[in-house]
């Protein structure tokens, strides 16, 4: 890791590709080859993954049956579990230190609250029930935006000062820092992406809830 501001490689037709972007092709990379590999020689570890995403939703959300949201929940933990986790590697950074990548993760959660809401109770529904009563129509927008922007800063703030440690460490001690930053990078990275894949359960929760 050799700096936290992402720095660009090189460019296609003109349009920059910084370390983030490569970053995060190596993520998605390491994803399908770890999942092609575990499907083929490992299927149970692939169900017990499986079972484990379903088992952390389902302790969250009140919904009767979470198979049908997991395929974005579980999606989005494996993804941020890997771009937080993917720093770790000194020529490359986490993806999730880059603002623009909490700030994308944060709106697939704004817009997929909206899909799994409107699917749930239908468009004008749920657009009354969000409306009600009127005068707090403002406030629920505020809201709404708030916890987005509250979303993507958690995880970049979180991420970013791990990196900023982890490269402050890695320069005043090469030799001796970097077998305890792996194991507590690893760790950070998985609990943080434990906690966005939490909050993303809860506001799908919520907007898919009805009253009694």
Do not use: C
């Not at 009767?64 to 720093?87: C, K, Q, R, T, W």
């Amino acid at each position: 890791m050799e700096s936290i501001t992402p720095q660009i490689i090189f460019y296609v037709f003109g349009i920059p590709i910084n370390s983030t972007i490569i970053s995060t092709w190596i993520g998605m990379l390491l994803i399908i080859i770890l999942a092609a590999i575990t499907s083929r020689y490992f299927p149970h570890a692939l169900d017990m993954l499986g079972e484990f995403l379903s088992s952390m939703v389902s302790g969250i959300m009140t919904a009767d049956n979470v198979d049908e949201y997991l395929p974005l929940l579980g999606s989005l933990a494996i993804f941020v579990a890997v771009a937080n986790s993917i720093g770790i590697i000194p020529i490359l950074s986490a993806p999730t230190s880059d603002i623009n990548t909490p700030i994308a993760l944060a709106l697939v959660v704004f817009f997929g609250v909206y899909f799994y809401g409107i699917r749930k109770k239908g468009i004008i529904n749920y657009f009354k029930e969000l409306a009600s009563p009127i005068f707090l129509l403002p406030f629920e927008i505020i809201g709404q935006v708030s916890r987005t922007v509250s979303l993507s800063l958690r995880l970049f703030g979180n991420i970013l000062s791990g990196e900023m440690i982890s490269a402050i460490v890695f320069g005043l001690l090469p030799l001796i820092a970097p077998l305890p930053f792996i194991g507590l990078g690893l760790f950070l990275g998985i609990l943080q992406a434990y906690v966005f894949t939490a909050l993303a359960s809860l506001y799908i929760d919520l907007a898919i809830a009805t009253e009694n």
